[in-house]
Nanobody, 124 residues
Framework: QVQLVESGGGSVQAGESLRLSCVAS????????MAWFRQAPGEEREGVAY???????RYADSVKGRFTISEDNLQKTLYLQMDSLKPEDSAMYFC??????????????????WGQGTQVTVSS
């Protein structure tokens, strides 16, 4: 089992930045794809950024050039740096981990492990 705990959400103005963190614990050796998802009220969960164990990253078109996914392996922490935030970025953000490396390549949404989420609100 893998446990994921997110932090770093908050309320900001458009154009500002936030950095989300996700600390992983438990048996993390078999997770080969980490990702950030978001879900706004009444909408489907969306994959925002993916990072595989080889260090390759993928992003949703809506956040390319503004968001950066990274990790600190020693601290078992996944980050999402979010710059130039827009009101449409407002959502609950979730950290997720999957045992399949292909989940990053194919940008799957059916991940094995999920955090509880952290709220991001961007006002105009």
């Amino acid at each position: 089992q893998v446990q994921l705990v997110e932090s770093g959400g908050g309320s900001v103005q458009a154009g500002e930045s936030l950095r989300l963190s996700c600390v992983a614990s438990g048996y993390t050796r078999n997770t080969h794809c980490m990702a950030w998802f978001r879900q706004a009220p009444g909408e489907e969960r969306e994959g925002v950024a993916y990072l595989d164990s080889a260090g390759d990253s993928r992003y949703a078109d809506s956040v390319k050039g503004r968001f950066t996914i990274s990790e600190d392996n020693l601290q078992k922490t996944l980050y999402l740096q979010m710059d130039s935030l827009k009101p449409e970025d407002s959502a609950m953000y979730f950290c997720a981990a999957d045992r399949r490396a292909s989940s990053c390549f194919y940008r799957r949404v059916d991940f094995d492990y999920w955090g509880q989420g952290t709220q991001v609100t961007v006002s105009s």
